[in-house]
């Protein structure tokens, strides 16, 4: 997506998050401090407002790409590969910030840091099951403007440039800048963002793709 539409998503998830925690401050209140247990739970609901962070930014980017394909003629449908680790690595930066500071700080291993370790493990562990359970709504649409690419999407979004491949949002074939034919895909280049888009295909399909784009003023480049 451009940077504006990435910017407005954030913003949204932001306030989305805003929305939980108030939600769940009768939670976190009644839970009290000093227990294991209490430890517990409020560095779960912590993380899990992260999780709802990715959620309504997945949401914002199916509402945004359902629209655009409103008013576009689909030519094909493609399949996408599975999201790269280390693209979800990203995901728990934060998140393990967030849980290994206060231990590194304090130099010390309490038994509430073993609670909160578990409290990142679980969120992990929810995570890569829904990215695995997402994967295969991640499609490609060729179109008669430009490429839309749906699906629930739980990378994080910021204002910032990324480089995350095949980044959901819509494509229009003036901003893809380039693209690289390696016999089992093609790789456009877009100037929205740093991320590349590979679309992996049997080679007819592919060859009639990059006609397409050809015949749109992308230019072609050599690997």
């Given amino acids: ?25 009768g939670i976190t209140a009644s ?56 693209e979800r690595l990203s995901i728990y930066v934060f998140p393990a910030a967030l849980t290994l500071v206060p231990i590194v700080r304090n130099r010390s291993f309490l038994e509430s840091d073993i609670t909160t370790l578990v409290s990142l493990l679980i969120f992990i562990i929810i995570v890569e099951i829904l990215f695995y359970l997402n994967r295969r709504t991640m499609k490609i649409y060729i179109t008669n403007n430009g490429l839309v690419i749906t699906g629930i999407d739980l990378r994080l979004d910021t204002p910032f440039p990324s480089n995350h491949k095949n980044p959901s949002g819509y494509y229009s074939f003036e901003r893809l800048q380039s ?28 060859k009639k793709l990059k006609g397409l784009l ?8 050599r690997y």
Avoid: W
Avoid at 50 to 62: K, P, T, Y
Avoid at 182 to 205: C, H, P, T, W
């Fill in 179 to 206: 693209l690289i034919d390696m016999n089992d895909k093609l790789v456009m280049y877009q100037s929205y963002d740093a991320g590349a888009i590979e679309v992996f295909a049997d080679r007819d399909e592919l």
């Fill in 214 to 221: 050809l015949s749109k003023h992308v230019v072609e480049k």
């Fill in 1 to 25: 997506m451009s940077n504006s539409m990435k910017t407005l998503n954030f913003i949204a998830s932001v306030f989305a998050i805003f929305i939980y925690f108030t939600l769940t401050a």
């Fill in 31 to 86: 839970i009290g401090t000093g227990s294991t247990l209490s430890y517990y739970l409020m560095n779960f609901i912590t993380l899990l407002g992260f999780l709802v962070m990715l959620c309504s930014q997945a949401v914002f980017r199916i509402l945004f790409t359902r629209a655009k394909l409103k008013n576009l003629n689909i030519i094909s449908k493609l399949t996408m590969k599975p999201i790269r680790f280390v």
